[in-house]
């Protein structure tokens, strides 16, 4: 099948003909929308990479600091 154009399809099933699978054929996804996607979706994934960061390398507290050096 070439999906080149946007439209929607059905495709009936061979084992039951009552069935068939519908199908949406969406225009190609532009640098412009790829860019929106990653401002969108930046600061949740920043705020989730500090909190595991704080997991993996905890914050030590001062006197703790000060006692290792």
């Known amino acids: 099948m070439v999906l080149d154009k946007a439209k929607k399809m059905s495709v009936s099933c061979s084992f039951q003909s009552s069935r068939y699978l519908g199908l949406d054929i969406r225009p190609a996804t532009t640098i412009g929308t790829r ?14 990479l500090f909190l595991y960061s704080l997991a993996a390398y905890p914050i030590k507290p001062a006197k703790q600091a000060a006692n290792a050096v």
């Open 35 to 48: 860019i929106a996607g990653l401002i969108v979706t930046a600061p949740t994934l920043a705020a989730l």
